[in-house]
């Protein structure tokens, strides 16, 4: 366990202190800076460890929220429901992960935006499915009352998470991290030296895809309705991106402040600047591309932590 | 009657979806950048006739001269400014930006212009040919042959301008190019230009035949992936090949399927391109 990924825990188990300080608001925040962390970690999985422009996020969000949907729909239990969508998605994405990720470069990154496409053009037009357009609704799990509901949702998302950045940290100790790490690098040569390097991009896209599914899962549970526009948004693939981007790319620790500073940031100017926040966010999209292309983890002084692993 | 109706509407369209993914192309094939803020250049170019109609009663052929000069300075200027920044930056970098850039230029317009779908409105109506039991409308064929028109014009210059055999220089390889002596950044620069100006006078066409509406520019863009991908990058023969499959997949199948498939069909079937033959139909190292 090295010190970096020790900080990353300590920071996940400080937002565990949520509820302590604030009401329903603060819950909200905390449940997204929750999911968009999960968003984010896992994207750096086959973004950052394996160095593939993935933009398949909001497809596997929108399949897993809309799986769990129809689970709850037809009265399985919550938990069951979102462990089968975590399932579903994995499989789903290593299956497809093994086609689409013979592409590289700009090929894959095409490939993956219209996976987004082709998913919610599927759910709007199976009508007897998924409602289709006018969205599906999905019935209330306790009724305990408003801040009950929104602690267990909050506690939810944590819990997956830690599971997430849990899972994540053992990748990028294991053997499969490593073989992410050569395929990055350079793929013909790990192809060479007998790198099953197929195998490892299906795994990396699957582990990519099914927390993200689970997250997808947890949030239909949470708002109680979804439509194919709002979970298949295709910002919801970009955010991961411009978190790990802001946060640096590769390090599980850097992803995650990334994206707790991006929600700061995007609750910032929602709030002030309504008309405009998708320009505003353009803006910052383009400010840290140009002034800070290796993220937040490099304005480091070097005093707490080594050198980033991945960046 | 019906196969030789789908068949007419499926050439009409096709040339269209050449026109718009012309410059994305072009781009897409000489800088190595894909460029999502096209969709909103041909959201912006529709609005510019819609505005040089509605209100300086200028007439959408003029508005086609006065938008490809403007969109091409605009353009120019802002791949010297901002693009040629990071341009040697991995993919995810330039596509990221060129994401924020749309957002920037899309929630402008939405601002300015309100989500409202609006249409332009000619007035006398063109009105529409029919030739036995095949309908056409009079706009829709002139807006194709204006398509057609525009994408001959950069044949021509690709072909045969001093320009344009740089800008194919720098496609086929830059580090030769730059060795004969072509000033890469510039030919970049005049690229990116080319295809703004391309996106620009395919928005003044579409405002003819299509509403407009700011929410219209990620259809666009999804078009003109679909056609890059299925005729292969960077040739006008390419996008025009893409454009006509394209248009004649949609037809057909809304036709044999129903109209909610068609946008289904065209990304599985690009999703199958990419896999299968990603160089595209007519896929070549360079131009013709």
Redesign the interface.
Same mark, same amino acid.
């Given at each position: 366990m090295t010190r970096v990924n020790l900080a990353l825990l300590i920071l996940i188990a400080c937002v565990a202190s949520l509820p302590l300080f604030g009401g329903a608001y603060a819950l909200r925040i905390g449940t997204i800076a929750c999911m968009y962390a999960i968003f984010a970690l896992s994207w750096n999985v086959v973004?950052g460890f394996a160095g593939y422009?993935s933009f398949a996020t909001a497809a596997f969000f929108g399949f897993g929220a809309y799986a769990t949907g129809i689970l709850l729909n037809k009265s399985v239990p919550l938990s069951v429901a979102v462990i089968g969508s975590l399932v579903m998605c994995f499989l789903l994405a290593a299956a497809l992960g093994a086609?689409?990720l013979? !592409?590289r470069? +700009?090929?894959f990154?095409?490939?993956s !935006?219209?996976?987004v496409?082709?998913f919610r053009? !599927?759910v709007?037009?199976a009508t007897d499915l998924t409602g289709g357009g006018m969205g599906l609704n999905i019935p209330l799990a306790s009724g305990s009352g408003i801040l009950a509901d929104a602690t267990f949702f909050f506690y939810a998302m944590w819990g997956l998470l830690l599971i997430t950045a849990v899972v994540v940290i053992i990748v990028s100790a294991s053997k499969l991290g490593f073989g992410l790490n050569c395929i990055r690098q350079n793929e013909t040569a790990s192809d060479m030296v007998g790198l099953n390097s197929t195998l490892y991009k299906s795994v990396a896209f699957g582990l990519s895809a099914c927390f993200v599914g689970a997250a997808g899962g947890i949030y239909a549970a949470w708002v109680h309705y979804i439509d194919p526009s709002d979970v298949f948004d295709?910002l919801y693939s970009?955010k991961p991106?411009?978190m790990a981007?802001m946060g640096g790319l590769g390090s599980p620790l850097g992803v995650v402040c990334g994206a707790f500073v991006y929600l700061g940031l995007e609750e910032v100017v929602w709030r002030n600047y309504i008309?405009? +926040?998708?320009?505003v966010?353009?803006?910052?999209?383009?400010m840290l591309? !140009?002034f800070l292309?290796h993220g937040l983890i490099s304005l480091r002084s070097g005093m707490f932590w080594r050198k980033a692993k991945h960046v | 009657m019906l196969a030789v109706q789908v068949l007419i509407n499926a050439l009409v369209l096709g040339c269209l979806y050449a026109c718009i993914a012309i410059g994305f192309s072009l781009v897409w094939g000489v800088l190595n950048v894909i460029n999502l803020i096209h969709g909103s250049f041909i959201v912006l170019g529709a609005y510019l006739a819609w505005g040089a109609y509605q209100w300086l009663a200028i007439s959408p052929w003029y508005a086609l001269v006065i938008a490809a000069p403007l969109f091409f300075v605009f353009g120019y200027l802002l791949q010297r400014l901002l693009l040629n920044r990071v341009i040697t930056a991995p993919v995810l970098v330039t596509l990221t930006l060129t994401f924020g850039l749309d957002l920037i230029l899309n929630n402008a317009m939405i601002y300015y212009f309100k989500a409202d779908y609006r249409k332009l409105t000619l007035s006398p109506p063109t009105g529409s040919i029919s030739l036995f039991d095949v309908v056409v409308p009079v706009d829709r064929l002139i807006a194709t042959a204006s398509a057609l028109v525009l994408t001959g014009l950069l044949y021509l210059l690709l072909r045969r301008s001093k320009v344009g055999r740089a800008i194919v220089a720098v496609r086929l390889d830059r580090d030769a190019a730059v060795l004969m002596g072509v000033d890469v950044k510039s030919i970049y620069a005049i690229a990116f230009g080319l295809g703004a100006a391309l996106a620009g006078c395919a928005g003044v066409l579409m405002a003819l035949i299509f509403p407009i509406s700011p929410l219209t520019s990620s259809a666009y863009l999804g078009k003109a992936f679909v056609v890059c991908v299925l005729g292969g990058l960077g040739s006008v023969s390419g996008a025009l090949a893409g454009g006509l499959l394209l248009a004649l997949v949609e037809g057909v199948g809304s036709t044999l399927i129903g109209p909610a498939h068609a946008t289904t069909l065209s990304f599985v079937l690009l999703i199958i391109f990419l896999v299968v033959r990603p160089q595209g139909l007519l896929g070549r190292k360079g131009f013709e």
């Open positions: 973004g422009p086609v689409l013979r !592409l470069g +700009h090929y990154a095409i490939a !935006l219209s996976l496409e082709v053009e !599927l709007n037009n295709i970009v991106i411009v981007l008309q405009i +926040h998708s320009g966010l353009g803006v910052l999209i383009i591309l !140009l292309p | -």
